[in-house]
């Protein structure tokens, strides 16, 4: 029995504690799908803003550590507009936005002449951050330590001075702290197709946690020790499917919390592996980290089998060193999403149009 780990370090932080796990049949859960359009990157819209935090080219909000806050804009509505600055205020969910900057209470952020070329996506490469291109603007501005807690509130004003009346956008966006996710699913490479074993992906967000495997093969079990994984770590482990398979052929995962707690468990066999019909297992929010290279069908049917929801697809510049129309990331808010919470709106970015969508058969 072939056993490989890699655990990576992201970007996150804090903890909810489910022991719900289910586990869904990727083509039934796709069944009810219906794929949304399209949508070539084209530039945002005149004067449209958007609120992403977390450091590029990720998109992880969470409170209690220094993160980026990238401002996406389109071209100005004016050309007086072209000459003022951004101020920029988190606040507590439940409050409005002043009216103008100066009468808001927190600490404003401020983007000197926000459009200046300097601010200007010039050349449109990679991702489609937002769905941002050439034409439109982005500034990040790294260290900025969210204080609240659950959901906070994103002001912005676009005007020459604080006392402006110039309330562009109020825009809600759910902090991370509290989730816990973790899938066991067996997603072909878009390279190379059916892949040979099957992989676990878990985080905790915001506390380390520990985890066990037993795995069975051919009425053997080979335990391994409990592993501990930091806080905001993603842990991955493959089992390759051996050509000598037998009945009741699988692994069962343990989660344990730091304290000792029950996170939940999940269990997966060889069967739900190579099923024609693939299954996923999961528990907890959405883990999205294995969506990495692989087919559009696969990528749409596991975003709904986790418990969210898929919004657009958006076409990145075609590599030709990468499948063309393969999925090469999830995204929220313009940003790689590597987990979210339940019922989450996510992008998947495709590297080019598919083949069958270029020569228009079906």
């Keep these: 029995m072939l056993r490989s780990v890699r655990r990576r370090r992201a970007l996150v932080g804090a903890v909810v504690i489910s022991a719900l796990a289910a586990s869904v049949a990727l083509a039934d859960a796709g069944a009810a799908l219906a794929q949304p359009a399209f949508a070539p990157v084209l530039p945002l819209a005149r004067g449209k803003l958007l609120v992403s935090l977390g450091n590029p080219p990720q998109w992880l909000p969470e409170s209690g550590t220094p993160t980026g806050l990238t401002l996406f804009s389109g071209a100005p509505r004016s ?19 002043a009216a103008t900057p100066a009468g808001d209470h927190e600490s404003l952020l401020e983007i000197p002449s926000y459009y200046t070329t300097q601010n200007l996506i010039a050349h449109q490469s990679g991702s489609p951050f937002a769905g941002a291109q050439a034409g439109d603007y982005a500034v990040t501005l790294p ?19 604080e006392h402006a009346r110039s309330l562009r956008l109020s825009e809600p966006i759910q902090l991370l702290n509290g989730l816990f996710a973790a899938t066991v699913s067996a997603l072909p490479s878009a390279s190379s197709g059916v892949g ?23 009425g053997i079990q080979y335990h391994d020790a409990s592993a501990a994984v930091a806080d905001g770590t993603i842990a991955t482990e493959s089992v390759a499917i051996e050509s000598n398979q037998c009945a009741g052929d699988g692994s069962t995962y343990s989660f344990t919390s730091a304290t000792g707690g029950a996170l939940g468990s999940l269990s997966y066999s060889v069967a739900q592996a190579i099923a024609t019909t693939p299954t996923v297992a999961t528990v907890g929010a959405c883990e999205l980290d294995p969506i ?24 990145a510049p075609y590599d030709p060193a990468l499948p063309r129309g393969a999925v090469i990331e999830a995204q929220v808010d313009g940003g790689l999403a590597e987990l979210a919470p339940s019922g989450t709106a996510v992008d998947l970015e495709l590297n080019g149009r598919p083949a069958l969508a270029v020569s228009g058969r079906r």
């Design 292 to 315: 990495s290279v692989i087919p559009l069908a696969d990528a749409t049917q596991y975003v709904q089998a986790v418990g969210c929801r898929v919004r657009r697809l958006l076409l």
């Design 196 to 218: 040979g074993a099957y992989t676990l992906n878990a985080i905790d967000v915001g506390a380390p946690f520990r985890y066990a495997v037993t795995t069975t093969q051919c």
């Design 143 to 161: 260290g900025i330590t969210v204080r609240l807690r659950r959901l906070v509130r994103a002001c912005v004003w676009i005007a020459a001075t």
């Design 79 to 97: 050309a007086r507009a072209a000459a003022y600055n951004a101020y920029i205020a988190l606040q507590r969910g439940s409050r409005r936005c």
